[in-house]
């Protein structure tokens, strides 16, 4: 899956652990908003996100 590589890489980067578990939090965010508005996330709008 291609969040866990993006959390992968930076681990092998040497990111401070604080770093990619911020980012882990907020990506989790993202997807599921995504995947409850029925939404590609990776070919997400503004305007498809912005929408409630």
Request: charged share 15%; aromatic share 10%; glycine share 4%.
């Amino acid at each position: 899956m291609p969040a866990c590589a993006f959390l992968q890489s930076l681990r092998n980067k040497g990111r401070s652990p604080n770093i990619e578990r911020v980012y882990a939090g907020r990506l989790a965010l993202y997807l599921n908003h995504c995947h409850a508005r029925r939404i590609d996330w990776a070919a997400a709008s503004f305007l498809a996100l912005s929408q409630l």
